[in-house]
C-alpha cells in the first residue's frame, strides 16, 4: 500500500522508502573522493620510474658522523647517472631542525654524502631529493628507521651494503 503524497514525509520515495540510504552513499563517495584527492601521490614521470636505495655506515645508523651511500636506478635496474641530489633528514615526529646535505655522484647511479650526522636517537626519515640529468624531478622518501645511541654493535658488519633501506614507489610529493 502506497501513501498518498501529502501523507508521505518529504524525505520519502513514492514507493514510502526513505532517500536517506542515497544521500549516505552520495556523501560517503564525496568523502572518499576528496581523502583519495589529499592522499600521497606522484604523477608518471616524475620519478615514478626511479628506485633509491640508501645504505648508512655505519650499520645499523647511531647517534653521530655517518655517510650516507644512495643508488638511484630506473625501472630496468640501469644507474641512474648525472642527477643532481639533495637529501633532508628529519625525524618522524617534530621538534627538531633537519639536516639538509648536498650528495656527489661517486660511480655511476651512486650517489654519497660523507659529512651527515644524525644528530639524536629515535626514528629518523630520509627525503632524496634533486633532478635527474634529463630535468625530470625527483623526490622519494626512505624511511631510515631507529639510529641507536653507542657503537655498531659486534655482530653488526660496518659495510653499508648489509643494511639497505629502499623505495621501490613513489611515496612523497610536495
Known amino acids: 500500500m502506497t501513501l498518498p503524497a501529502a501523507c508521505r514525509p518529504a524525505s520519502a520515495t513514492e514507493d514510502g522508502r526513505t532517500t536517506s540510504r542515497k544521500r549516505i552513499a552520495i556523501v560517503g563517495a564525496i568523502i572518499l573522493l576528496v581523502l583519495a584527492g589529499c592522499g ?4 608518471a614521470g616524475e ?17 653521530g658522523p655517518a655517510r650516507i651511500v644512495m ?5 630496468s635496474n640501469t644507474p641512474i ?24 655522484e661517486t660511480t655511476r647511479g651512486q650517489y654519497e654524502v660523507d659529512d651527515f650526522e644524525f ?3 629515535g626514528n629518523w ?8 640529468s634529463a630535468g625530470d ?14 657503537s655498531p654493535s659486534v655482530d653488526q658488519p660496518l659495510i653499508p651494503s648489509e643494511r639497505c633501506y629502499s623505495t621501490p614507489t613513489p611515496t612523497v610529493q610536495d
Not at 643508488?71 to 625501472?75: A, N, S
Not at 639533495?86 to 648536498?102: F, K
Not at 626519515?125 to 635527474?132: E, F, K, N, Q, R
Request: charged residues 20%; glycine residues 8%.
Open 47 to 63: 620519478a615514478g620510474d626511479i628506485t633509491v636505495r640508501v645504505t648508512t655506515d655505519p650499520a645499523p645508523a647511531i647517534v
Open 125 to 132: 626519515v630520509l627525503v632524496v631529493s634533486g633532478t635527474t
Open 119 to 121: 644528530t639524536m636517537a
Open 81 to 104: 647517472s648525472g642527477a643532481t641530489i639533495r637529501i633532508e633528514s628529519t625525524m618522524s615526529h617534530a621538534g627538531m631542525l633537519p639536516v639538509i646535505r648536498d650528495a656527489v
Open 40 to 43: 600521497r601521490s606522484e604523477s
Open 137 to 150: 624531478p625527483l623526490r622519494k622518501q626512505v624511511d631510515i628507521g631507529a639510529v641507536r645511541i653507542g
Open 71 to 75: 643508488l638511484l636506478t630506473d625501472r
